[in-house]
């Protein structure tokens, strides 16, 4: 390792250490390998951020000036506070998107973290700045293909940026403080605020104004979704069986999927008798659960098996999706 990668190293991964080494002590090359290691993983890691975060402002930038502005048409959350008051008032929508989620950044800073709000304070100014520089061309006047291109656009905006660990409209950073503090979930948190959105849209504008207005804030909205959760959706299964060793082989060698054993005890009978059992948890894609379903009818028909929803995984021998973060 070259002196100036040293003190990068040192200066950065490994300065917290260098105030708890004894005064003349230099660190061993394990050190410096595992401090090296770090930087490179932080490194890799602000790239993606900064990659994520600049396709989401052009994403973004484009749903706005390319379709939802010419027309007029709104989104939910912060971004369509600010197109509301901008098409109501004379002021620019660039300021407004910056003044309206100031509270946001605030608010997520205290909740997330610094990293989070500075993430997210860069990308919001840079959507701004781009807002007010950024020329489209009028794509099309079809309503109902600006509402739905123009909820696309912004939506992968939106979940590029949440990729890249940071937001560029700051209504889920209040449905998360919320939902902490009443115990409501984010859902009901951001369907009443979009109410209260939509309906200030109709009276305002219109109600045909809002009614697209919503068919951008569904699109938006699925968009999100599908650029954070991916098109694979994961799911855990855990199976009590009598022959679980006949399922674990069959689910490393047929199915090419890592299992948990854990030591368990079954309960049965009148008289509560037990006997201890491995209990085997894995997971899969949607995809292959049909398949696993009936090989553990094969082995064992009297399974007792149950599956649930998992939003994400790493590592392990599922394969990740290409846009994992």
Same mark, same amino acid.
């Given at each position: 390792?070259?002196?100036?990668?040293r003190?990068?190293?040192?200066?950065?991964?490994?300065?917290?250490?260098?105030?708890?080494?004894?005064?003349?002590?230099?660190?061993?090359?394990?050190?410096?390998?595992?401090?090296?290691?770090?930087?490179?993983?932080?490194a890799?890691?602000?790239?993606?951020?900064?990659?994520?975060?600049?396709?989401?402002?052009?994403s +973004?930038t484009?749903?706005?000036?390319?379709?939802?502005?010419?027309?007029?048409?709104?989104?939910?959350?912060?971004?369509?506070? %600010?197109?509301?008051?901008?098409?109501?008032?004379?002021? #620019?929508?660039?300021? =407004?998107?910056?003044?309206?989620n100031?509270?946001?950044?605030?608010?997520?800073?205290?909740?997330?973290?610094?990293?989070?709000?500075?993430?997210?304070?860069? +990308?919001?100014i %840079?959507?701004?700045i781009?807002?007010?520089?950024?020329q489209?061309?009028?794509?099309?006047?079809?309503?109902?293909?600006?509402?739905?291109?123009?909820?696309?656009?912004?939506?992968?905006?939106i979940?590029? %940026?949440?990729?890249?660990?940071?937001? !560029?409209?700051?209504?889920?950073?209040?449905?998360?403080? =919320?939902?902490?503090?009443?115990?409501?979930?984010?859902?009901?948190?951001?369907?009443v605020?979009?109410?209260?959105?939509?309906? +200030?849209? +109709?009276?305002?504008?219109s109600?045909?104004t809002? =009614?697209?207005?919503?068919?951008?804030?569904?699109?938006?909205?699925?968009?999100?979704?599908?650029?954070?959760?991916?098109?694979?959706?994961?799911?855990?299964?855990?199976?009590? #069986?009598?022959? #679980?060793? #006949?399922?674990?082989?069959?689910?490393?060698?047929?199915?090419?999927?890592g299992?948990?054993?854990?030591?368990?005890?079954?309960?049965f009978?009148?008289h509560?008798?037990?006997?201890?059992?491995?209990? !085997?948890?894995?997971? !899969?894609?949607?995809?292959?659960?049909?398949?696993?379903?009936?090989?553990?009818?094969?082995?064992d028909?009297?399974?007792?098996?149950?599956?649930?929803?998992?939003?994400?995984?790493?590592?392990?021998?599922i394969?990740?999706?290409?846009?994992?973060?």
């Amino acid at each position: 390792m070259t002196r100036f990668w040293r003190q990068l190293v040192i200066q950065t991964v490994l300065r917290g250490k260098r105030d708890k080494t004894p005064e003349g002590r230099e660190f061993s090359r394990i050190e410096m390998a595992k401090g090296f290691r770090l930087m490179r993983i932080e490194a890799v890691r602000l790239l993606k951020d900064v990659l994520f975060i600049a396709l989401g402002v052009a994403s +973004a930038t484009l749903g706005l000036k390319g379709f939802l502005l010419p027309i007029g048409f709104i989104d939910g959350g912060a971004t369509g506070i %600010a197109l509301l008051v901008s098409q109501v008032s004379s002021v #620019s929508l660039s300021i =407004l998107l910056v003044a309206i989620n100031i509270p946001f950044i605030i608010l997520g800073y205290k909740v997330i973290g610094k990293r989070f709000a500075v993430k997210t304070t860069i +990308a919001i100014i %840079a959507l701004a700045i781009a807002t007010a520089t950024v020329q489209f061309p009028d794509i099309t006047d079809d309503k109902v293909l600006v509402a739905v291109f123009g909820g696309f656009f912004l939506g992968a905006g939106i979940g590029l %940026a949440v990729r890249g660990g940071a937001v !560029i409209d700051g209504t889920e950073v209040l449905a998360i403080f =919320l939902s902490k503090k009443f115990g409501t979930t984010l859902g009901d948190v951001i369907l009443v605020f979009n109410i209260i959105i939509f309906c +200030a849209a +109709a009276y305002f504008l219109s109600i045909t104004t809002a =009614l697209y207005s919503m068919i951008t804030y569904l699109a938006a909205s699925k968009t999100v979704d599908f650029i954070v959760e991916g098109i694979e959706e994961y799911i855990g299964v855990t199976i009590i #069986s009598g022959r #679980s060793e #006949s399922i674990r082989h069959m689910i490393i060698h047929e199915m090419g999927r890592g299992v948990t054993i854990y030591q368990g005890k079954r309960g049965f009978g009148g008289h509560g008798e037990t006997m201890d059992t491995d209990i !085997i948890y894995t997971v !899969i894609t949607r995809l292959e659960l049909n398949k696993l379903n009936t090989e553990i009818e094969k082995i064992d028909d009297k399974a007792f098996v149950v599956m649930n929803s998992v939003k994400d995984t790493r590592g392990g021998m599922i394969k990740k999706r290409p846009l994992k973060d």
